[in-house]
C-alpha cells in the first residue's frame, strides 16, 4: 500500500476537489485529527510526510506532494522565531524549577508536561496567552511526540510520576 492511500484509509478521508494542493492540504489536516493510537498505528514514511506536511502548512509553503517513489519530501524552511524569552517565561510562571524557555517547542513540552490530556485547541489557547502563535497542526503533531515520549519514558521506568 501506497502512503497517500495508507493515509486514506486511516483517516478515510474523501475530497471534493480537482486542485492537487488542496487535496493534499486537506488530507494533512485529517491526519491531524487522527488520535494518537490511530497515529501509532501509521507507517514511519506516512508519519513523516503528515510531519512534513504540517511544517508545510505552519511556513506558508506548498504541502509537497508523494512523489512517484513515496519518499518524504524536505521539510519545509523553517520558520523565525516570533516570540521573546518573556513569552515562554509566562507559561513557566508557576514552575520556578523551570528553566526559561525561548521557543514555542520548549513551551508547549511544558504545556505537555503540566497537562498531557489538554485538547489541541486549549493547547493553542496557552500559547498564544504567553504570547505565541501556533497552528493546530504544529500543536498536534509536537504535543503527540511529547506524549509518546512520556508513555516509553513511563514504560521503562524513567518517569517518576503517572502522567498520562
Known sequence: MTTEKELIKATKFKTKSTDRQQTLLELATAVQDLSDDQWEELSEPARQWANNAADAIDAGTDVADFGPQEEPKPKAKPLKKKTTKAAAARVADDDDDLPKLGSMVEALSLIVRN??????????????????????????????????MMKTLQKCGDLKRDMI
Not at 505565541?132 to 511529547?146: I, L, N
Open 115 to 148: 497537562n498531557p490530556k489538554l485538547s489541541k485547541k486549549e493547547m493553542v489557547e496557552q500559547l498564544r496567552k504567553a504570547g505565541y502563535d501556533p497552528t493546530e497542526y504544529s500543536v498536534g503533531a509536537y504535543s503527540h511526540h511529547f506524549k509518546v
